[in-house]
């Protein structure tokens, strides 16, 4: 069992108090990042009709909007390092706001691609980076609760935008909606509101546990701390580089790229993105392929939606369990396995029900997976070095995420039959899942290694103290004559 | 083979039948034209009544002789003959009623008649004794997607309607587009009116119509033209101004200017209130500074020079 949790923030996170109101304000804003592109899918016909283009044209309106919300990320981290989590996600939600009323007030499909896809997606991306980032400086005991609740707001707010598009499609056209959209994305705001700075005021006692030298930026907090192999380098390193290191490299902690942790979930995740959202993309198109109608199918995406909605917070408490906590990185792993075997499994579902069966378990995987996203990057890397952790991971992620679902479309397209792509999907998932497994089973080893040689070390500085000072006390006792010498 | 002889039969007494009274009052179907200039196409449709009713839609795009048959399982009593006729549109075809033998357990009824133009479309009944009636109802294709709620646009802004036929019905010779006048439909003229454009492909039609105004909102019909008729679909438009939408805008930013102000001064005044406390605990404590950044900052300085 790995030694208890030594906390190297340098304060004692509150664990609870306002941090459930930060919980709130993430929850917000990871809802609206995640939901908003998915939910702006049902403007696009009347577009397509209205500026006479193609579905192709206006499906990029999604993907520029993504894509921006991903490229964003390393700016994000940026900024949250500077100035902290809440003016960047008020920033950002200023920014969609402005953005949706610029658009509603467009005469050309570029001024869409610009207003919704670019300014859009940055202010997307300055929500979805703090509100990440603050849950790390809030929680520590209970952060895998604390993410899995935030996490919940993606399909929560994706199941309350469907309806809610609809009506004011109907209502304003799609002119109006995006006015209206606006206001409503402005609530962006009240969660960046909520994000009060945490407190630091109350501080770690440091007389159980071994005295570290703080680094600023460099300094990390690790629940197996795992931050032993880089907290040594980091004291030499902290003044010099801000001296001879870039400008950039201040803010965002290019460093990370020698953490062993942090290479195996960037090259893991790299190859699962092109698996992760492509099976969401064509649930609908495959039940219908499979003969149900549209309504049935619209159905199961519901059924999808409302399992994951309560699968999240679920995984966020069982990863918070004394069994899981120390080892979530298997369970992690296990979450990205489960995901690559039940596409495999998918073709076998045959008729409706399967495809219900299928849509149920794929509901778990998802769930289960996104709530454990953040917290293993968090688990790694520690809270502090979370920002520019997660900008960098999801600037790297934006190409699989924008290729996964085009790829498997060729795939369908090639072999005419919904199998392959699914095939496809499963191995692309289940293979960084073993890779995952087998490699945090080897950096857990390393880990607990060089905690006790670290131990070692310690223990041994402490008897040679012990003999200095016991030398001293001779040579001062013998010097003045102290000692009875017989 | 023998249905065969019997078209031919019937067919030749109806056209006698028509050409003896040539009465348009009854519902009489038209006569063949002979002989036919271009052989019209064949088509069969038949269904079973086990019950009192039943109904058939039929879809039709050009001219066609459509062979209706009938067959009735009958009642509990089965006479061995019964009286049939025929009806179009509820009244009874003069001329229609024959005897029908049961065979098989079954009493059958079969009709030819010959569908060109749009008033040969409607309700064809063929009725078993009183009671027993089977309705088929041939009409022109009906079009695919219907539009039950409304376009909505805005003033001086523009819109496009769009009508379609679905993939594997056939194509319309043209498209029209109407606007309702009162109770009448009247056609646009995109040479007259230079506000409205129509672009028309094989299954599609677009009616885009340019500077709306509000007079310009009501209902608009689109139809589809094939040889037996025109099918009409109906789109519905509704003009708004920017001021409808800007309502709940509005709203909702008062609402989030509400709350970002009621969070950020209820922290406003808890901050005041710890630090009057915290001005108390920090005489007992001899350590820590106070504020937040700068208390950070302090300590790490503090730390570093241990």
Redesign the interface.
């Known amino acids: 069992m790995p030694p208890a949790a030594v906390t190297n923030l ?2 004692v996170p509150p664990d609870g108090g306002w941090g459930w109101a930060v919980v709130v304000g993430a929850f917000i804003s990871i809802g609206f990042s995640y939901a908003f592109p998915k939910s702006l899918t049902i403007y696009f016909k ?1 577009i397509q ?2 500026f ?1 283009v193609s579905y192709s044209e206006i499906a990029w309106v999604s993907s520029v909007m993504l894509a921006s919300m991903y490229a964003g990320g390393p700016v994000s981290s940026i900024l949250v390092n500077r100035y902290g989590s809440r003016p960047v996600v008020m920033v950002g939600g200023l920014m969609v706001s402005i953005a949706m009323v610029l658009a ?1 007030l467009g005469t050309t499909i570029i001024h869409l691609y610009l207003c919704v896809g670019v300014i859009g997606g940055f202010g997307l991306a300055f929500n979805l980076q703090p509100a990440l980032t603050i849950i790390g400086t809030y929680f520590q005991v209970k952060r895998p609760l604390a993410n899995g609740l935030a996490m919940t707001g993606s399909p929560v707010v994706l199941s309350t935008f469907a309806p809610l598009n609809q009506f004011l499609f ?4 799609w ?3 995006f ?2 959209l ?3 994305v ?2 962006c ?2 969660a960046g ?2 994000m ?2 945490v ?3 109350v ?1 770690f006692k440091p007389s159980d546990g071994p ?1 570290r ?2 680094g ?1 930026a460099a300094e990390e907090a690790a629940e197996v701390d795992v931050s032993a192999q880089s907290a040594d380098p980091a004291p030499e390193d902290g003044p010099a580089e801000s001296k001879s290191q870039s400008y950039i490299s201040r803010y965002i902690d290019f460093s990370l790229f020698r953490h062993n942790g942090f290479l195996i979930y960037l090259s893991g995740s790299v190859v699962m993105f092109f698996g992760f959202f492509a099976p969401v993309v064509f649930l609908a198109p495959y039940a219908k392929h499979q003969g149900t109608d549209e309504y049935s199918a619209a159905l199961l995406l519901s059924i999808f939606a409302l399992v994951d909605m309560f699968i999240r917070p679920i995984t966020g408490f069982i990863g918070n369990s004394k069994w899981v906590r120390p080892r979530i990185q298997y369970f992690f792993s296990f979450a990205v396995s489960y995901n690559g075997v039940c596409h495999l499994l998918c073709p076998l579902a045959s008729g409706y029900e399967g495809l219900v069966v299928y849509a149920v378990f794929y509901g778990l995987a998802f769930g289960m997976l996104s709530a454990l996203l953040f917290e293993a990057l968090m688990d790694l890397v520690g809270a502090h070095r979370f920002s520019s952790a997660v900008g960098l991971v999801t600037i790297i992620e934006c190409g699989p995420v924008l290729l996964g679902p085009p790829i498997s479309g060729a795939l369908v397209d090639t072999f005419r039959d919904y199998k392959y792509m699914y095939y496809a999907c499963g191995i692309f998932m289940l293979v960084p899942g073993i890779f995952f497994f087998i490699m945090h089973y080897y950096n857990y080893k390393k880990v607990n290694e060089e905690l006790m040689q670290s131990a070692l070390v310690i223990s041994n500085n402490k008897e040679a103290l012990q003999l200095r000072i016991n030398q001293d006390d001779e040579t001062m006792k013998s010097k003045y004559g102290l000692d009875t010498v017989d | 083979m023998t249905s065969s002889w019997k078209q031919q039969l019937v067919q030749v007494l109806l056209v006698l039948v028509s050409c003896g009274h040539g009465d348009t009052k009854t519902a009489a179907p038209t006569p063949t034209p002979l002989p036919p200039v271009t052989p019209l196409k064949q088509d069969a449709k038949s269904a079973v009544l086990t019950g009192k009713n039943f109904t058939e839609r039929v879809e039709l795009s050009s001219p066609v002789n459509m062979t209706l048959s009938c067959t009735w399982k009958g009642d509990q009593d089965k006479p061995p003959n019964i009286t049939g006729h025929w009806r179009k549109d509820g009244q009874e075809i003069q001329d229609s009623r024959v005897t029908v033998m049961l065979e098989d357990e079954n009493y059958k009824l079969i009709q030819v008649f010959s569908v060109v133009s749009e008033k040969d479309l409607g309700n064809y009944s063929c009725v078993f004794g009183n009671e027993a009636r089977i309705d088929f109802i041939l009409e022109v294709l009906q079009m695919g997607e219907k539009r039950d709620k409304p376009v909505v646009s805005y003033i001086r802004d523009f819109v496009v309607m769009t009508c379609k036929v679905e993939e594997n019905k056939p194509i319309p010779t043209t498209w029209n587009w109407y606007t309702s006048n009162g109770t009448d439909k009247e056609q646009i003229n995109t040479t007259a009116s230079k506000r409205f454009k129509i672009v028309s492909e094989e299954r599609e039609t677009k009616l885009k119509v340019k500077d709306l105004t509000l007079d310009d909102a009501g209902q608009y019909y689109c139809g589809a033209v094939y040889p037996i008729g025109t099918s009409v679909g109906q789109v519905e438009l509704k003009v708004i101004t920017f001021m409808e939408p800007l309502k709940p805008f509005i709203t909702i930013l008062i609402e989030v200017v509400v709350l970002v102000a009621a969070i950020l001064l209820y922290e406003r005044s808890r901050a005041k209130k710890d630090s009057a406390e915290g001005t108390q605990t920090n005489a007992e404590q001899n350590t820590e500074p106070q504020g937040d950044d700068k208390g950070a900052e302090g300590n790490d300085s503090v730390r570093q020079r241990k």
């Open positions: 340098g304060y009347e009709e209205y006479s509603s109907d209502s304003f056209g002119r109006g909606s006015l209206v606006g206001s409503i402005l609530n705001c009240v509101a909520l009060r700075p407190d630091k005021r501080r005295p030298c703080e600023g």
